[in-house]
């Protein structure tokens, strides 16, 4: 972990190169472990940039189950996740903002009397009550993804500890997703949740694909014509203007550290059919989804308007023919959504 001083320092040498004045939020990630010290990393980290509009945490709780906790190797208990949110209630500040991350494992549980149940019954009723108690300005849900050579371990027994099948998954999902939303809790993207002007701006910006620079280890930036940075990164890559740049630093930190991004992940130059597809699927996960849809007739099907009446009649989405939004039931069917609106993807 990274302690206040060094993320003091780095915060500040990016001061020095960028203009703050108008920064509109910091943005961390902690996990709630070592307790002690995330604690006291919080504390100090809004006590020295209190003037920001925004000091926005986001913790990685994942999972309230003492068993999955234990069996996937977090540092972390049921009755710790507990405690330390006890103690990080009394340290939040006007301009804190505090994002949970959870993830549907689907792991069910028999009951005594042989009944298959979600989680233990303790762990399901502190997450109503945490949720209720709004304490908490936004909620991060995600579905448990597993890689290929995880899929085909599916199988063995000491896995199913853990993570259930796809449609329990999915069942998990459904049901933090249910309570946050029972909570007043706005769904602004297909796994983000907050209350009114909590959302995330990082979020926002990713999804509307305005620029942004990634500027660690294997971090990923994106650059349109208009970005002050653009002819510069574009002549410093070698590679030509087309009026978008999606790139992706070193994976390597040795390389990183010797300031070698000559062997980049990933350096990708857009043309405008490449923005208009990213642009669609990207701003259809949002609340505010995809606006002047006419200018998107290059990289959509055909029959567009026919697939699109027959959603709006199932609920699945909202059209005025010139905005497309999904509804929250459109979102828990996006991918076959927008792979059916999109010529190709």
Same mark, same amino acid.
């Given at each position: 972990? %990274?302690?206040?001083?060094?993320?003091?320092?780095?915060?500040?040498?990016?001061?020095?190169?960028?203009?703050?004045?108008?920064?509109?939020?910091?943005?961390?990630?902690?996990?709630?472990?070592?307790?002690?010290?995330?604690?006291?990393?919080?504390?100090?980290?809004?006590?020295?940039?209190?003037?920001?509009?925004?000091?926005?945490?986001?913790?990685?709780?994942?999972?309230?189950?003492?068993?999955?906790?234990?069996?996937?190797?977090?540092?972390?208990?049921?009755?710790?996740?507990?405690?330390?949110?006890?103690?990080?209630?009394?340290?939040?500040?006007?301009?804190?903002? !505090?994002?949970?991350?959870? %993830?549907?494992?689907?792991? $069910?549980?028999?009951?005594?009397?042989?009944?298959?149940?979600?989680?233990?019954?303790?762990?399901?009723?502190?997450?109503?009550?945490?949720?209720?108690?709004?304490?908490?300005?936004?909620?991060?849900?995600?579905?448990?993804?597993?890689?290929?050579?995880?899929?085909?371990?599916?199988?063995?027994?000491?896995?199913?500890?853990? $993570?259930?099948?796809?449609?329990? %998954?999915?069942?998990?999902?459904?049901?933090?997703?249910?309570?946050?939303?029972?909570?007043? !809790?706005?769904?602004?993207?297909? @796994?983000?949740?907050?209350?009114?002007?909590? @959302?995330?701006?990082?979020?926002?910006?990713?999804?509307?694909?305005?620029?942004?620079?990634?500027?660690?280890?294997?971090?990923?930036?994106?650059?349109?014509?208009?970005?002050?940075?653009?002819?510069?990164?574009?002549?410093?890559?070698?590679?030509?203007?087309?009026?978008?740049?999606?790139?992706?630093?070193?994976?390597?930190?040795?390389?990183?550290?010797?300031?070698?991004?000559?062997?980049?992940?990933? %350096?990708?130059?857009?043309?405008?059919?490449?923005?208009?597809?990213?642009?669609? $699927?990207?701003?259809?996960?949002?609340?505010?989804?995809?606006?002047?849809?006419?200018?998107?007739?290059?990289?959509?099907?055909?029959?567009?308007?026919?697939?699109?009446?027959?959603?709006?009649?199932?609920?699945?989405?909202?059209?005025?023919?010139?905005?497309?939004?999904?509804?929250?039931?459109?979102?828990?069917? !996006?991918?076959?959504?927008?792979?059916?609106?999109?010529?190709?993807?």
């Amino acid at each position: 972990m %990274i302690g206040e001083k060094e993320m003091i320092s780095l915060i500040e040498h990016c001061e020095k190169v960028f203009n703050f004045e108008n920064i509109g939020e910091l943005s961390i990630e902690c996990n709630p472990y070592p307790q002690e010290e995330v604690l006291h990393f919080v504390d100090e980290i809004q006590k020295k940039y209190h003037r920001f509009p925004r000091v926005r945490f986001s913790f990685g709780l994942q999972t309230f189950d003492n068993e999955i906790l234990v069996n996937t190797g977090r540092n972390c208990s049921f009755p710790g996740m507990v405690d330390f949110l006890r103690n990080l209630q009394p340290l939040k500040k006007e301009n804190s903002v !505090y994002n949970f991350d959870f %993830i549907a494992f689907g792991k $069910f549980h028999t009951s005594k009397k042989g009944n298959l149940q979600l989680r233990t019954p303790s762990a399901l009723d502190f997450f109503y009550h945490f949720v209720q108690s709004w304490f908490a300005d936004s909620f991060s849900l995600y579905t448990l993804e597993l890689f290929e050579h995880q899929q085909r371990k599916k199988t063995n027994e000491i896995d199913k500890q853990y $993570f259930g099948n796809d449609d329990e %998954i999915y069942e998990e999902f459904d049901f933090l997703k249910n309570t946050v939303n029972e909570a007043w !809790y706005l769904r602004y993207e297909i @796994s983000n949740f907050s209350k009114v002007a909590k @959302s995330s701006i990082h979020n926002r910006v990713y999804r509307e694909m305005e620029d942004y620079l990634g500027l660690g280890v294997s971090a990923s930036s994106f650059l349109s014509a208009k970005s002050p940075f653009y002819m510069e990164v574009a002549q410093f890559l070698q590679k030509e203007g087309k009026g978008w740049l999606r790139f992706t630093n070193t994976p390597y930190f040795p390389k990183y550290l010797s300031d070698d991004f000559s062997q980049m992940k990933e %350096i990708i130059p857009m043309e405008e059919k490449d923005f208009l597809i990213e642009k669609f $699927f990207l701003g259809l996960r949002t609340d505010q989804g995809v606006k002047k849809l006419q200018g998107f007739e290059k990289v959509l099907v055909s029959n567009r308007e026919e697939k699109i009446q027959t959603y709006e009649k199932q609920g699945f989405l909202i059209y005025d023919s010139d905005t497309l939004i999904l509804t929250d039931k459109g979102m828990n069917v !996006y991918n076959q959504i927008v792979t059916e609106l999109l010529e190709e993807i």
